[in-house]
C-alpha cells in the first residue's frame, strides 16, 4: 500500500499546487466543491428527466433511470455509512500541508460520498438513457476533480467513491428487474393520477 | 427553520420550477403550459439561471453540515418539498389558464396533457371511477 498512498498523495500534491496561480479557477472551483451546486444540478435533471420525452416509450425510460437513479443512490449512501463505521482516512488536510478551498469536513476521506453519489446517479441514468448519462458523467468527474483540487479528498478517495457509486447504480439497476412488476406498478398508478 | 434553510428551499422552489417549465415546453405538453412554447422554454430557462446565480452569490454557502449548512438528509427533504411545491403551482396554474382545453384524453398518464388541462382530466378521471365503481356496486347490490 505504501508506493500507491505515495502516488495519492504526490497527484494530490500536484493537482492542490495550482491554487492560487488563477483566482477565477479557483472562484469556479469554490462553486463547483460546494455541498449544494452539484447535488441540486443532479436532482433538476432527474426532476426534468421524469417528464421529458417525445415518446410515450421514451419517457418510460426515463422514468425508469431516475427510479434506478433513486435507488442507486440510496444503496451508494447506505455503502458509504458502513463503510465508515470501519475505516476512517484522514483528510489531506490534517495531514499534508494543502491549500484548502473548502470548510474541513470531519468524516472519513475514503470513500469520497460526492464522488459515490455522483457516479451513482450518472451510471443508473446511463443504463435508460446515454446522452443524459454522458453528461452526468461528464459532471460527476468534473465534481469530482473540483474536491481534490480544492484539497479535500485524495484522488484515490474519488476511485473508492466511483467503485461505491458504480456498485450502487449496478445493485438499483437489479433491483428494478428483481422487483418487477412494482417498479410498473408505481408507474401504472402515477400515470393514473396523470404524473408519469 | 433556520434562514439558510429558507434559502435553500426558495432556491430549489425557483429552479425547479424553472426546469418544469423549460421541459414541459421542450415536450410539447401543451396542458402544463403557462406561456408560449418559446417563450416558456426561455423563460424556464432564465428562471432556473437566476436561482442558481442568486443562491450562490447572495452569500457564501460553503457552510459545513456540522454548523449552519444542511446535511444530506435535510437536503433531501427540502428538496422534494420545494420540487413538490413548484410542480403543484405548475399543475394549479397551468390548469387555470389552459381550462379551455378541457379533458380530450388522447393518450395515457402524461402524454394526455399534450392537448388537456390537468385539473379537468383529474376530475373526469375521478368522476369515471367513481361511476365505474357506483355502477359495480349497484349490479352487485341489485343481482
Given at each position: 500500500?505504501?508506493p500507491?498512498?505515495?502516488a495519492?498523495e504526490t497527484?494530490?500534491l500536484?493537482?492542490?499546487?495550482?491554487?492560487?496561480?488563477?483566482?477565477w479557477l479557483?472562484t469556479i472551483?469554490?462553486?463547483v466543491v460546494?455541498?449544494?451546486?452539484v447535488p441540486?444540478?443532479?436532482s433538476l435533471v432527474?426532476?426534468?428527466?421524469?417528464?421529458?420525452g417525445?415518446?410515450p416509450?421514451?419517457r418510460e425510460?426515463n422514468?425508469?433511470?431516475?427510479m434506478t437513479a433513486?435507488?442507486?443512490?440510496?444503496?451508494a449512501?447506505?455503502?458509504?455509512e458502513?463503510?465508515?463505521?470501519f475505516?476512517?482516512?484522514?483528510?489531506p488536510?490534517?495531514?499534508?500541508?494543502?491549500s484548502l478551498?473548502?470548510?474541513?469536513p470531519?468524516d472519513?476521506?475514503?470513500p469520497?460520498?460526492?464522488?459515490?453519489?455522483g457516479?451513482a446517479v450518472?451510471l443508473a441514468?446511463?443504463?435508460?438513457?446515454?446522452?443524459i448519462?454522458v453528461?452526468l458523467?461528464a459532471?460527476?468527474v468534473?465534481?469530482s476533480l473540483?474536491r481534490v483540487y480544492?484539497?479535500?479528498?485524495?484522488?484515490?478517495?474519488i476511485l473508492?467513491?466511483?467503485?461505491?457509486g458504480a456498485i450502487?447504480?449496478l445493485?438499483?439497476s437489479l433491483?428494478?428487474r428483481?422487483?418487477e412488476?412494482?417498479?410498473?406498478m408505481?408507474?401504472?398508478l402515477?400515470?393514473?393520477?396523470?404524473?408519469? | 427553520?433556520?434562514?439558510?434553510?429558507?434559502d435553500?428551499?426558495a432556491?430549489v422552489?425557483l429552479?425547479a420550477l424553472g426546469v418544469?417549465?423549460?421541459?414541459?415546453a421542450?415536450?410539447k405538453?401543451?396542458?402544463?403550459?403557462l406561456?408560449?412554447?418559446?417563450?416558456s422554454?426561455?423563460?424556464?430557462g432564465?428562471?432556473t439561471v437566476?436561482?442558481f446565480d442568486?443562491?450562490?452569490?447572495s452569500?457564501?454557502?460553503?457552510?459545513?453540515?456540522t454548523?449552519a449548512g444542511l446535511d444530506?438528509?435535510e437536503q433531501?427533504?427540502?428538496f422534494?418539498?420545494?420540487?413538490?411545491?413548484a410542480?403543484a403551482l405548475?399543475?394549479?396554474?397551468s390548469?387555470?389558464?389552459?381550462?379551455s382545453?378541457?379533458?380530450?384524453?388522447?393518450?395515457?398518464g402524461?402524454?394526455?396533457?399534450?392537448?388537456?388541462?390537468?385539473?379537468?382530466?383529474?376530475?373526469?378521471?375521478?368522476?369515471?371511477?367513481w361511476d365505474?365503481?357506483?355502477?359495480?356496486?349497484k349490479q352487485?347490490s341489485?343481482g
Amino acid at each position: 500500500m505504501g508506493p500507491l498512498v505515495r502516488a495519492d498523495e504526490t497527484a494530490l500534491l500536484w493537482l492542490n499546487s495550482w491554487v492560487g496561480h488563477f483566482p477565477w479557477l479557483d472562484t469556479i472551483v469554490q462553486w463547483v466543491v460546494s455541498d449544494y451546486l452539484v447535488p441540486v444540478t443532479l436532482s433538476l435533471v432527474l426532476l426534468g428527466l421524469w417528464f421529458h420525452g417525445s415518446t410515450p416509450g421514451a419517457r418510460e425510460r426515463n422514468q425508469r433511470g431516475v427510479m434506478t437513479a433513486v435507488l442507486g443512490l440510496a444503496f451508494a449512501d447506505l455503502a458509504v455509512e458502513v463503510l465508515n463505521q470501519f475505516m476512517y482516512r484522514p483528510r489531506p488536510f490534517e495531514a499534508l500541508d494543502v491549500s484548502l478551498l473548502f470548510y474541513k469536513p470531519v468524516d472519513s476521506s475514503f470513500p469520497a460520498n460526492p464522488a459515490a453519489v455522483g457516479f451513482a446517479v450518472a451510471l443508473a441514468v446511463w443504463t435508460w438513457n446515454r446522452k443524459i448519462g454522458v453528461a452526468l458523467l461528464a459532471i460527476a468527474v468534473l465534481f469530482s476533480l473540483a474536491r481534490v483540487y480544492a484539497g479535500v479528498f485524495y484522488p484515490l478517495d474519488i476511485l473508492g467513491g466511483a467503485a461505491v457509486g458504480a456498485i450502487g447504480s449496478l445493485l438499483g439497476s437489479l433491483l428494478m428487474r428483481w422487483a418487477e412488476p412494482l417498479p410498473g406498478m408505481f408507474l401504472k398508478l402515477a400515470r393514473s393520477v396523470y404524473l408519469a | 427553520m433556520t434562514d439558510f434553510a429558507l434559502d435553500y428551499l426558495a432556491f430549489v422552489f425557483l429552479a425547479a420550477l424553472g426546469v418544469l417549465l423549460a421541459v414541459t415546453a421542450h415536450s410539447k405538453l401543451h396542458g402544463l403550459l403557462l406561456v408560449g412554447r418559446r417563450l416558456s422554454v426561455l423563460l424556464g430557462g432564465a428562471l432556473t439561471v437566476a436561482a442558481f446565480d442568486w443562491f450562490f452569490t447572495s452569500e457564501p454557502r460553503n457552510l459545513p453540515d456540522t454548523g449552519a449548512g444542511l446535511d444530506g438528509n435535510e437536503q433531501a427533504v427540502l428538496f422534494a418539498l420545494g420540487a413538490g411545491a413548484a410542480l403543484a403551482l405548475l399543475l394549479i396554474l397551468s390548469s387555470l389558464r389552459n381550462w379551455s382545453m378541457g379533458a380530450n384524453a388522447a393518450g395515457d398518464g402524461v402524454e394526455a396533457l399534450r392537448n388537456s388541462s390537468y385539473l379537468r382530466l383529474l376530475f373526469k378521471g375521478t368522476k369515471d371511477h367513481w361511476d365505474h365503481w357506483y355502477g359495480r356496486m349497484k349490479q352487485h347490490s341489485s343481482g
